[in-house]
C-alpha cells in the first residue's frame, strides 16, 4: 500500500485516493534542477525541465489562453509546470501514469507550491467540470498536456483529451437543460405534487400478465415491422415513448401506456392521438413533466427522476418508482424501468435504432409528420425537413442506409446488450432478434409493482411540515431553480 503525503491529500479526490493507495508506486529517481528543484526521473528521462522549472511554469502559463478559467492538466508529473497556472485559474489534473503519480505524491509536497487544484481519475471529469459550469454562468476551460505526456505517451494524452471534450460537453448540456428548465421544472413539480393530495393520479399497481414487454420508440424500424406488432398485438405489453404514441395509432395499435419525462409543454401534442382511444391507456410522466391527462380512458401515473427535490419526497417517506433521465431520452429510460422493476419478463425494443435510415428522421405517423407538411413549400419540402433533423450533426457512421450521430451513440451506451431488438439498425447495442424468435419467448405468470406513495397517508400539511424543515437545512432540492433564476435575473 502506497503512503501519501498528508499534505498532498487535499488536492487528490476520493476515488483517485483510493486507488493511489492500492498501487506501487513506480522506481523513481530525484535529480536538482539548476534553479534548486527536487525533479522526478522514470528510466532516466526527467519529468520536468531540469534547467529550469520556473522557467518551465512560464512556458506552460503563455501555452494557455488567458481569458480562460480552467484548465484540464493532463499529466501532472510532480506539478510544478502548474505552479504559475494555479494562481489565478482552476485547475483539473489527470495523471496519465498513477505509478509515477503515487511515488510522487509519496515523495513530494506540492501543497507548497500548488492550490485551486484537484488531481482526479479520468472518469472523474464529468462530475469536476459540471461543479464548475454550476459555479458560474460563463466558464471558459483550455486542456493542456505536459511536454513529458506528449513526447512519452502521446496516444494516452490524445484519449484522455478526447474523454475531456466529450466530458465538457455533457457537462455544459446538462447545466444549461438545468438552467432553461429549472424553473419550468419546479413549477411542474408543484403542480404535481398537489394533484397528489387531491387523489388526480393512478397509483395502481401496474401488472403484466404472460406478455413480453416492447418498449416502442419512433425510430424507422417501427414502420418496418408494425405490421408484425399489429398482427401479434396479444403477445405484448407495449409500452411507448411518447413521439411513438401517434405512431402506433397511426398503425391501428394502441400501447397500453405512454412514458413522458419531456418539461416542455409542446409535448402535450404527442397526446392528442389519444382523444378517442377506444381502450384504457396509461400515461407515466416524469413528476418534472407538465403532462396530465385524466379521461375515461386515459389516466397519469408519476415516476420520478434524479431531480434532487426528490430527497424531500423521499424523507418524507414516499417510496418513488425512478426514471433514470440520465438515459438521454425516454425509450432508453423506459427499457431502464422495466428491466429495474420486471427483470423476470423478456424485454423487445424497436424503432429505437439509435441512427436514421435513408434520410427518414422518425417513422410516418407522430406529431411531427403534420410538421413536416405545413412547413413545406415550394422551395422546402418535407425530405428537406427529414434533411435538416438527419444531416444538422456530424456523421459517426454511416452502414447499409442507416447514419448515427456521437450524441446517438452516446445514447446507445445506456442500454445494455441483454436487451433485445427487432431493429435492423446496426448502431443497436442491443440484441437483434428475429420475428419468429419473439413469438418463441416463453412468458407465464403475472408480475406487478406497487405505486403507492405511501404505506400510510401522508396529509399535505404532514408533507409541508417535512418541506419545510428539509429546506432549513439543506437547499440542494432547489439547485435547478435557482441556477435558472441566474440566467433569468
Request: glycine share 6%; aromatic share 10%; with cysteine.
Amino acid at each position: 500500500m502506497t503512503h501519501i503525503l498528508n499534505q498532498n491529500t487535499k488536492l487528490i479526490s476520493d476515488k483517485l485516493l483510493g486507488v493511489l493507495r492500492n498501487t506501487a508506486p513506480a522506481d523513481l529517481e530525484w535529480k536538482q534542477s539548476r534553479d534548486g528543484f527536487d525533479i522526478p526521473v522514470y528510466n532516466g528521462v526527467p519529468l520536468h525541465s531540469t534547467y529550469s522549472v520556473t522557467k518551465e511554469a512560464e512556458r506552460q502559463l503563455a501555452a494557455v489562453a488567458a481569458d480562460c478559467d480552467a484548465v484540464i492538466a493532463v499529466g501532472v508529473g510532480a506539478g510544478y509546470h502548474l505552479a504559475q497556472l494555479c494562481r489565478d485559474k482552476q485547475i483539473i489534473a489527470v495523471p496519465l501514469n498513477i505509478s509515477l503519480f503515487a511515488a510522487t505524491a509519496a515523495h513530494q509536497d506540492m501543497s507548497s507550491y500548488l492550490s485551486n487544484i484537484i488531481f482526479c481519475d479520468v472518469s472523474e471529469l464529468y462530475q469536476q467540470l459540471y461543479q464548475l459550469y454550476t459555479q458560474r454562468q460563463s466558464v471558459k476551460v483550455a486542456v493542456t498536456v505536459s511536454s513529458y505526456c506528449l513526447a512519452h505517451d502521446r496516444e494516452a494524452a490524445d484519449r484522455v483529451c478526447r474523454a475531456a471534450a466529450a466530458a465538457a460537453a455533457s457537462a455544459k448540456t446538462e447545466v444549461a437543460t438545468i438552467r432553461k428548465f429549472g424553473i419550468v421544472w419546479h413549477n411542474n413539480i408543484r403542480k404535481n405534487l398537489q394533484r397528489c393530495f387531491d387523489g388526480g393520479y393512478n397509483m395502481s399497481p401496474l401488472v403484466i400478465s404472460s406478455r413480453i414487454i416492447l418498449v416502442v420508440g419512433a425510430g424507422y424500424s417501427l414502420t418496418q415491422h408494425a405490421g408484425f406488432i399489429r398482427d401479434n398485438r396479444q403477445l405484448f405489453y407495449i409500452a411507448a415513448a411518447d413521439t411513438a404514441a401517434a405512431v402506433l395509432m397511426h398503425n391501428g395499435i394502441v400501447p397500453d401506456s405512454i412514458w413522458t419525462f419531456d418539461a416542455q409543454t409542446i409535448s402535450s401534442q404527442h397526446f392528442f392521438c389519444l382523444r378517442d382511444t377506444p381502450q384504457p391507456v396509461r400515461v407515466f410522466a416524469d413528476f418534472c413533466s407538465p403532462i396530465y391527462l385524466r379521461t375515461h380512458n386515459v389516466s397519469t401515473t408519476l415516476v420520478f427522476s434524479s431531480h434532487p427535490y426528490r430527497r424531500i419526497l423521499e424523507a418524507a417517506g414516499w417510496t418513488l418508482r425512478n426514471i433514470d433521465s440520465g438515459c438521454g431520452n425516454i425509450g432508453a429510460a423506459a427499457v431502464h424501468f422495466f428491466r429495474e422493476y420486471f427483470p423476470e419478463i423478456p424485454l423487445v425494443t424497436v424503432g429505437i435504432d439509435f441512427a436514421y435510415y435513408n434520410g427518414y428522421s422518425y417513422s410516418a405517423g407522430s406529431y411531427l409528420e403534420s410538421s413536416r407538411l405545413t412547413k413545406q413549400d415550394y422551395f422546402y419540402t418535407a425530405q428537406h425537413f427529414d434533411a435538416g433533423i438527419t444531416y444538422r450533426d456530424k456523421s459517426a457512421g454511416e452502414i447499409g442506409g442507416w447514419r448515427t450521430t456521437p450524441l446517438m451513440q452516446g445514447y446507445a451506451a445506456a442500454i445494455t446488450e441483454d436487451i433485445f431488438t427487432l431493429s435492423d439498425s446496426p448502431f443497436c447495442r442491443m440484441k437483434h432478434i428475429t420475428h419468429d424468435e419473439v413469438s418463441a419467448l416463453a412468458v407465464s405468470g403475472e408480475y406487478r409493482l406497487d405505486f403507492r406513495l405511501s404505506s400510510s397517508e401522508v396529509t399535505e400539511s404532514d408533507f409541508r411540515r417535512v418541506e419545510t424543515e428539509y429546506l432549513k437545512k439543506d437547499k440542494t432540492p432547489l439547485l435547478p431553480l435557482e441556477m435558472a433564476k441566474k440566467i433569468h435575473t
